[in-house]
Each structure stands twice: as C-alpha cells, then as structure tokens.
T-cell receptor
Framework: AQSVTQLGSHVSVSEGALVLLRCNYS??????LFWYVQYPNQGLQLLLK??????LVKGINGFEAEFKKSETSFHLTKPSAHMSDAAEYFC??????????????FGTGTRLLVSP | KAGVTQTPRYLIKTRGQQVTLSCSPI?????VSWYQQTPGQGLQFLFE???????NKGNFPGRFSGRQFSNSRSEMNVSTLELGDSALYLC?????????FGSGTQLSVL
C-alpha cells in the first residue's frame, strides 16, 4: 500500500521568499512521485514527476523537488515566490501496474499563501 | 492540442436522483480515470477505463459506475444520490504515466 503525508495544511511566505512544501511517502515498491497544483475552481495541473531517472526533478513555473530515499521525502521548492503561486499543492504517489496504469494516492494538500 | 474537457461544469441535484457526468480525454489518450474531491476526504480514486474496459476500481459503492466509448470519451454515473455525494468530480486522461486533469464537475446534492 502507498500513502503520502503532507506536513502543514497551510504555508505562508512573502513574495520573493523561498517556498518549501513538505511531502513524505510510504511505498512497498519503488514509487513514482508527483506534485500537482490546483488553483481555485480548477482541476489539477502537473508540476513535476519523479520516476527514478534523477533525484532532482525540475518542473514548470520554477518549481523543483528532490527525491530522498533515506528520508522517504519528496519536498517541493521554489527559490522565489510569486503572488501567482498562491494555490493548493498536492503530493501524490503511485506504482506502475503491469497494465501501465497508475492509480494516484494523494496527500491532503497544502495551501500556499503569498503575501506582498 | 485540447485538454481534458468535462461537462457540465456545475450540477445541482436532489437526493435520490441520478446524474451522468461526461469526460473527453486529450486526443490520443486511451486511459481515463475519475477522482472525487471533497473537503473532508480529499482526492479519492473512483475508477479507470482503458479501451472501453474498466481496469481498476476504488472503494466506492455500486451506485458509482462508469463507461468508456470507442472514441475514449468516458461517462460517470451516480444513482440514488446522497448528500455526501456533493463533491468536485475530476476526470484525468493518461499518457506515459502522466495524468492530465480536467477542470472538474462540481456536483451539489440538496
């Protein structure tokens, strides 16, 4: 079974400050890990995906995440926050089935608040 | 290329009614998954279809069902609606292990 834990339901930063959103995972097999962002009244947009090719994954909008197996973590970072980054962020884990299907198990989400 | 399209965007129903939601995947994507999002339970997997066959199903009652057509479009049906079915229903199409989500259908059950 797989699960993810997102630490902190809300994170507040100032514009220009470092963004750090925490995600820890549990998986009995090598995991695939994802970060998604959801803006109000919208669906989920994929920020980045880890598939074991490289531990540091670069995504869209300046976000990146580092896979640390020893810590079972996949934290999301961005060096400098923009007002437009204010949204809800979801970490997700999956295992590739033989059929190629990936069922995503999501964390509970972290709402990022950015102040001027 | 157009994204995942879900219709309708909003729905209001009363308890006991049934509802059908529609999802058109990205062109070329053959896998379609459905997720339910609620404030209390978060995002939960409902089911996944591939080539008109249900491959996987989440832990939802039989009132929740779906199907996929030969053009990969998918529909989801909920019968005998309950207040707790109020949620954002998200459809996602998949290619190369990446899920692309639509904007969802917001269902309110009164």
């Amino acid at each position: 079974a797989q699960s993810v834990t997102q630490l902190g339901s809300h994170v507040s930063v100032s514009e220009g400050a470092l963004v750090l959103l925490r995600c820890n995972y549990s998986s009995s097999v090598p995991p695939y890990l994802f970060w998604y962002v959801q803006y109000p009244n919208q669906g989920l947009q994929l920020l980045l995906k880890y598939t074991s090719a490289a531990t540091l994954v670069k995504g869209i909008n300046g976000f990146e995440a580092e896979f640390k197996k020893s810590e079972t973590s996949f934290h999301l970072t961005k060096p400098s926050a923009h007002m437009s980054d204010a949204a809800e962020y979801f970490c997700a884990v999956s295992a590739m089935a033989n059929t190629g299907f990936q069922k995503l198990v999501f964390g509970t989400g972290t709402r990022l608040l950015v102040s001027p | 290329k157009a994204g995942v399209t879900q219709t309708p965007r909003y729905l209001i129903k009363t308890r006991g009614q049934q509802v059908t939601l529609s999802c058109s995947p990205i062109s070329g994507h053959r896998s379609v998954s459905w997720y339910q999002q609620t404030p209390g339970q978060g995002l939960q997997f409902l089911f996944e279809y591939f080539s008109e066959t249900q491959r996987n199903k989440g832990n939802f009652p039989g009132r929740f069902s779906g199907r996929q057509f030969s053009n990969s479009r998918s529909e989801m049906n909920v019968s005998t609606l309950e207040l707790g079915d109020s949620a954002l229903y998200l459809c996602a199409s998949s290619l190369d292990g990446k899920l692309f989500f639509g904007s969802g259908t917001q269902l309110s059950v009164l």
